[in-house]
C-alpha cells in the first residue's frame, strides 16, 4: 500500500513537472514501478525494449530520455532498491527478476540478443538504403539542386548526398541520413564525423536521423550545422512477415520490435524530407552567413574538439559527461537550459551513487 501511495504521489507530481525534477529516490521507484509493469508481461526485456517503453511512449512528462535512463540502471540506488540483475550478451544489456533462475533465462536472452541484431541489420538492408539515397537524390534534383555526388556507407547505415548550392549559399552542402535507431546527443560521434568531414571540403553539414536529442540543436547553431529529426527507423517493406529461424523455430521479428519504424512502400508517396526542403529552401539561405561565423570564431577549439571525440572511442557515463562538460567550458555548447540539464546529468549520477 506504501508503495503504491509513493507512485500515486509520483504521478501526480508528473503532471506537472518533468521527470528529472523529480528527487534521484522518486526517479528510482517510478521507473522501478514501471519496468515492474513491463516485467508482468515479459521475463526479460533488452534495453532497447526500456529505451522504447520508457522514453519514447507514453505521456511526454512521465517519459524519460534515454541518457538519463541508462544512467539509473547503473546506479548504486536503483541496484539497491530494485530486484532486477543485469545481464549484457552480445554488447546488449538485459533486465531480468532476480528471482529468474540464470540457467533458465540464459538460453532466452541469448535467443533475445540474435532477434535484436537481426532487426538492426534490416536498417542497414540494400532495399532500404538504396531507396532512401534515390529519395534524397530525387528530392534535391526536384528543386533544381544539382547533386554533385552521392554514396551509400552500409555498415553506418548513413547515405550521404552533396549538393551544389554556391550560388545560394557561397558553399555546397553535404547532407547525410543516419537509418538508426540509436539517440544522438550533443557527443556522438555522428555529429562530429559529419562536421569534420564538411569542414575539410568547405561545405555546409546537413544531419538528418530518426532521433536527435533537443540540445544538439543549439550546438548546431555554433558550430555552422543544420539537423532534422524524423522520429522513426525505415525497415524492408517486407518487415511484417519477416522471419528468422533459429534452433529450427521460425519467429516473426515483428514481434519484437523496438522503435517506432516505417517500411520503405508505405512512405513512397510521402517526401520524408519535407523539412529538408525547408533547410534549403528558407531557413539555411537566411541564417548560414550568422551560423558560419559563429563556427569560424570557434573554429580551432571546434576542429580540436571534433578530433578529441573521434579518437575516444570510450562511451562510459563517465566519459559522456566529461565530453558535454568540454563542449560547455569551451563554450561550444551554449543556453542556460542545456547548462542546467548537463548540470542536473553530473548531479544524478553523483546523487544515484552515493
Not at 544512467?71 to 531480468?96: M, P, R
Not at 534535391?140 to 548550392?165: G, H, L, P, Y
Request: net charge positive.
Amino acid at each position: 500500500m506504501a508503495k503504491q501511495n509513493t507512485i500515486s504521489i509520483i504521478k501526480r507530481k508528473l503532471d506537472s513537472i518533468s521527470m528529472l525534477n523529480l528527487d534521484p529516490e522518486e526517479i528510482c521507484a517510478y521507473i522501478n514501478y514501471r519496468i515492474d509493469k513491463l516485467l508482468e508481461e515479459n521475463r526479460e526485456l533488452s534495453y532497447y525494449d526500456l529505451r522504447y517503453h520508457l522514453c519514447e511512449l507514453g505521456p511526454w512528462k512521465r517519459r524519460i530520455d534515454p541518457f538519463s535512463l541508462e544512467i539509473v540502471l547503473h546506479s548504486k540506488l536503483f541496484q539497491y532498491i530494485s530486484a532486477y540483475k543485469l545481464k549484457t550478451i552480445n554488447d546488449i544489456e538485459f533486465i531480468i527478476g532476480a528471482s529468474m533462475s540464470d540457467s533458465l533465462i540464459d538460453e532466452e536472452i541469448k535467443l533475445h540478443a540474435i532477434i535484436i541484431d537481426a532487426i538492426k541489420n534490416l536498417t542497414k538492408h540494400p532495399q532500404v538504403l538504396k531507396f532512401v539515397n534515390e529519395l534524397l537524390v530525387s528530392n534535391c534534383e526536384a528543386r533544381n539542386f544539382k547533386v554533385i555526388d552521392s554514396s551509400i556507407n552500409f555498415q553506418e547505415k548513413s547515405i550521404e548526398c552533396m549538393i551544389s548550392t554556391e550560388s545560394i549559399f557561397k558553399k555546397n552542402v553535404l547532407i547525410r541520413y543516419h537509418n538508426n535507431g540509436d539517440w544522438i546527443y550533443p557527443e556522438s560521434s555522428e555529429i562530429w564525423s559529419l562536421h569534420t568531414k564538411a569542414s575539410q571540403i568547405n561545405c555546409i553539414p546537413i544531419l538528418l536521423a530518426p532521433r536527435i536529442f533537443g540540445s544538439c540543436f543549439q550546438l548546431f547553431k555554433n558550430i555552422g550545422m543544420y539537423g532534422r529529426s524524423n522520429y522513426y527507423i525505415f525497415l524492408p517493406n517486407n518487415f511484417k512477415t519477416s522471419m528468422i529461424v533459429i534452433n529450427n523455430n521460425a519467429i516473426n521479428l515483428s514481434k519484437y520490435i523496438f522503435s517506432r519504424y516505417e517500411t520503405i512502400m508505405k512512405r513512397m508517396e510521402y517526401n520524408i524530407f519535407n523539412e529538408l526542403d525547408d533547410l534549403l529552401v528558407k531557413i539555411i539561405p537566411n541564417s548560414a552567413p550568422i551560423f558560419i561565423a559563429n563556427y569560424n570564431r570557434k573554429r580551432k577549439t571546434i576542429d580540436s574538439f571534433a578530433s578529441d571525440i573521434l579518437l575516444n572511442e570510450g562511451r562510459s557515463i563517465k566519459n559522456r559527461l566529461s565530453l558535454l562538460n568540454q563542449l560547455l567550458g569551451a563554450k561550444i555548447l551554449k543556453g542556460k537550459n542545456i547548462r542546467e540539464l548537463i548540470k542536473k546529468w553530473g548531479i544524478f549520477s553523483i546523487d544515484l551513487n552515493r
